[in-house]
């Protein structure tokens, strides 16, 4: 690993955050600039600054330097950056007092970062208007990338942008929507701002205020699920629910689509495999969900609450209107199986994604096949194309360890809490796959404030594993990253 230049580039994207975080100081100055809040943010950014200058200038970078960087340095930029970010960002909540211990608080962040959308705050409508903008506007960043936000608005690193809008990218693959990685990262923020904008207009119509919409927008487009309500959406009208159905529905799409049917190209909605199976997916589950809450006279709005529902955990949202830890063990289950699912490659949501899954059955089907017949040759297809055996065989490994960390850390999760089965498997998994509320415990009515310390960091550290497609934070855990 190149340390010079990774710890150079993490500095750099460190000091962007710090300036970003202005905004949310912007509103503590507006409510009360003498308040414990202001000093928070104030502090905050004096701090990460004074920081990130000093690494700069301890690590300036040398001609030599300047060369081609490996996927390993790529990784480590990318997990370095994400772990020194959501310590920054902690330092507001604790500093403020919002949070009793720094766990809590880097636990908040790293779930806004992530766009896990898990708190520990049982009452979030007391805190100060700055701190729920902060917790809100992490989403944002991260639901996008921090590392494209950076190669978007910073000078080109060349050949080296690449790597690191590789390491960020959910997905199988990192797609390109231009020849130039820089303009790539700037049309996908376009199009998310485009979004962004849209969604806070309709909120707006629907009579929520301006900062309720800013922030509940941030929560959707970046499939966070961070909200200014205790009650989440479920407090709000139709009108807005149905809005915030839609976005969700497009968040969780693949955003070189978005870009594609903008610049007039929508048939390319279509003739993708993976928005075929997402869409199909949703409208039969819903339509199922629908009746059977009709059926059993659980919901008074059985379409709207069956389609908020499956398209929140589907795209690992996590906003919820209806306490659906109530309904019939059969939808539990399918929502618990959405978790691992997730929203689509290149969306902001989280889970294991679409692609993987289709990719997934593909392998075991053909397996299943060549079992009976050994001599026939079955290349896995995806939108028509044939790909190649080192994909493949990257998708069946990330399956494998997506499993394995997700049983590991419900073992751990049992170990160091006393809860349920269910409490500690849909924990687990929704912090893996960045949705937020699980079941039992943790499920749409509560939240994680009663988990302990050491509970809390293995819950952090799955939810930045799943939000960085796991290598980047796992490479920290191999010794060879270390080593030049």
């Keep these: 690993m190149h340390k010079r230049f990774v710890a150079h580039i993490v500095s750099r994207i460190c000091l962007v955050v710090c300036f970003i975080m202005v905004a949310p100081l912007g509103w503590a100055i507006y409510d009360n600039f003498r308040s414990r809040e202001t000093r928070a943010f104030l502090i905050s950014i004096a701090v990460g600054i004074i920081c990130a200058a000093a690494v700069l200038f301890i690590f300036r970078l040398k001609k030599e330097d300047h060369q081609k960087i490996n996927a390993k340095d790529g990784l480590a930029i990318v997990g370095l950056s994400w772990l020194s970010l959501s310590f920054l960002g ?11 211990t720094f766990t809590d608080g880097f636990f908040e962040i790293t779930s806004g970062f992530t766009t896990t959308g898990a708190t520990i705050f049982t009452n979030v409508e007391i805190l100060p208007r700055g701190i729920l903008f902060w917790r809100s506007l992490t989403h944002w960043l991260g639901g996008m990338g921090i590392i494209v936000l950076y190669i978007a608005l910073l000078p080109a690193l060349g050949t080296n942008a690449f790597q690191l809008f590789k390491a960020e990218s959910p997905g199988i693959t990192a797609e390109r929507i231009e020849p130039q990685i820089k303009e790539t990262a700037k049309n996908l923020w376009g199009v998310y701002f485009i979004f962004t904008f849209l969604e806070i207009l309709l909120l707006m119509a629907g009579n929520m205020p301006l900062f309720d919409a800013m922030c509940h927008t941030f929560g959707t ?12 959406i479920g407090v709000y009208s139709p009108y807005i629910q149905w809005v915030v159905i839609v976005f969700m529905v497009l968040a969780g799409m693949n955003f070189a ?30 339509s199922v969900f629908a009746f059977v809450l009709m059926q059993t006279g659980l919901s008074s709005q059985p379409l709207r609450d069956a389609a908020f529902q499956v398209v929140s955990i589907m795209t690992t949202t996590g906003y919820t209107t209806a306490d659906f830890d109530m309904w019939p063990h059969a939808l539990r289950f399918a929502l618990v199986l959405l978790m691992f699912i997730g929203g689509c490659g290149g969306s902001t949501g989280g889970g294991m994604k679409v692609v993987r899954i289709i990719l997934s059955v593909k392998v075991a089907f053909y397996s299943i096949v060549q079992t009976v017949l050994p001599n026939a040759v079955l290349p896995v297809r995806f939108n028509g194309k044939s790909l190649s055996d080192k994909l493949v065989l990257a998708v069946v490994a990330y399956f494998i360890v997506f499993i394995l960390l997700f049983f590991s850390g419900s073992v751990l999760f049992l170990i160091v809490e006393s809860c349920d089965l269910v409490t500690a498997l849909t924990a687990c998994i929704a912090a893996l796959s960045n949705i937020g509320p699980g079941l039992a415990k943790v499920g749409a009515t509560q939240n994680y404030a009663w988990v302990s310390p050491p509970g809390k960091w293995l819950l952090t550290f799955l939810m930045l594993s799943g939000r ?8 920290f855990l191999v010794p060879a990253t270390w080593k030049k």
């Design 221 to 232: 487009m970046a499939t966070g699920g961070f909200s200014t309500k205790n009650a989440s």
């Design 257 to 286: 689509l978005h870009y594609r049917w903008i610049k007039g190209r929508p048939r390319a909605l279509f003739f993708n495999e993976e928005f075929r199976y997402y869409a199909l997916l949703i409208c039969v589950l819903v």
């Design 468 to 475: 960085l497609e796991l290598y980047s934070i796992l490479i």
């Design 90 to 100: 902690a330092l507001p909540l604790f500093l403020s007092g919002v949070v009793p």
